[in-house]
């Protein structure tokens, strides 16, 4: 029995120490915005996807509008169902353009249906930039982007944020967003794999060809998805198109959520999706985190040299992926067997919302169509 114990904890640090080695490897081939992007010779539209955010709304417009080396700037902001007077804090500016969106239609989620409306009212725009209102773009964000997208051959780019985090349990968990991608996802091979499973994703900033946006059927084709962002990026791939996150650290902020309480309503409402969007594999994926994430520091704690080191791997891990995303690295990174806890905890949640049919989000009943 313990030796059995002791070649687990060992195959779990061997684990945890490839996972380390492939982040870093990852981080290295992370493709990064050039710091003095060329100027946008094309129409650009940002969408930007609104509701109840009268407090975003002005902050994320300003900056939108502040872009340098994008002269053929439209925006169009999509009012979706606001009560709390978002509408009347968009400024007002020619390049602005205020949208009250129809309600979803049967098999239609509300985020979806907005960013489609946006889409259609965009002109001849060569560009989407869908942008949700939390965001705030540094100067040359679109610019930087789009020179990503030209210089690589993409279809779509999903610059990520660097994440604001203010509680504790922002700093414990929001890291893991980049944390997961950077060691899960073969970063090249995923720009070129049609594969659904390599596919990374944020819907925070998110950068996509005209072209290729209505080739893979637009917010269409992923009406009904709770993680609308990696689905459409798995249409593009599906139509023939390439795409792939980047590093945005430098090119936008994003406070998700602020608090515990927000935090743990909004990964309630879209883990269950996130990882695999059937129950058995949600809850094998969080399990085989847990097992290589928490196995080896648990047997440390006894004494396990195989345990200890799987610990520092994944000390390592997280400090590598946190330092090339932007993200803060210490202690942080020292408590990672803490988010991975956690991390689990949020899916279990998730999973059992799912299952009851509790999921919910601004006050909107995540069953497509209904109540939206």
């Not at 942008?131 to 690589?152: C, K």
């Not at 210490?330 to 806890?341: E, G, K, M, R």
Request: charged residues 20%.
């Amino acid at each position: 029995m313990r030796r059995a114990a002791h070649r687990v904890v060992q195959g779990c640090a061997g684990l945890s120490v490839l996972a380390a080695v492939h982040a870093a490897v990852n981080t290295a081939l992370l493709r990064r915005p050039p710091a003095a992007p060329p100027a946008v010779d094309r129409p650009v539209t940002v969408v930007v996807p609104a509701r109840d955010e009268a407090d975003q709304i002005a902050g994320c417009l300003d900056a939108v509008l502040d872009q340098r080396g994008v002269p053929h700037l439209q925006v169009v902001v999509v009012d979706d169902g606001s009560t709390d007077g978002t509408p009347e804090r968009v400024p007002a500016d020619p390049r602005v353009r205020l949208l009250t969106a129809r309600p979803p239609a049967p098999g239609w989620l509300g985020k979806p249906n907005a960013c489609a409306q946006g889409a259609a009212a965009a002109g001849d725009a060569d560009l989407l930039v869908f942008l949700d209102a939390d965001v705030r773009l540094m100067p040359d964000a679109v610019a930087a982007a789009v020179a990503v997208l030209d210089d690589a051959g993409l279809d779509l780019v999903s610059p990520w944020p660097r994440q604001l985090t203010g509680s504790a349990a922002e700093r414990l968990v929001q890291p893991l967003q980049q944390w997961l991608w950077a060691t899960l996802l073969p970063l090249r091979l995923a720009e070129r794999s049609p594969r659904p499973s390599l596919a990374a994703a944020n819907g925070q900033f998110l950068v996509v060809r005209r072209a290729a946006y209505e080739r893979a059927g637009g917010h269409a084709a992923v009406r009904g998805e709770v993680i609308e962002d990696i689905a459409l990026l798995r249409a593009v791939k599906a139509a023939g198109g390439r795409g792939v996150v980047v590093d945005g650290s430098t090119l936008a902020t994003c406070r998700m959520y602020d608090g515990w309480p927000a935090l743990r309503e909004g990964y309630t409402k879209s883990l269950w999706s996130a990882l695999g969007g059937r129950p058995t594999a949600s809850a094998a994926a969080a399990a085989a985190l847990g097992a290589v994430w928490l196995v080896p520091p648990l047997a440390a704690l006894t004494g396990s040299r195989a345990g200890l080191a799987g610990y520092a791997a994944g000390v390592v891990n997280r400090a590598v992926v946190a330092a090339g995303t932007g993200s803060r690295v210490w202690p942080d990174a020292l408590a990672h067997p803490v988010s991975v806890a956690l991390l689990d905890v949020l899916v279990a949640r998730s999973l059992r919302a799912h299952r009851r049919g509790e999921l919910r989000w601004r006050g909107r009943t995540l069953v497509p169509g209904a109540g939206q």
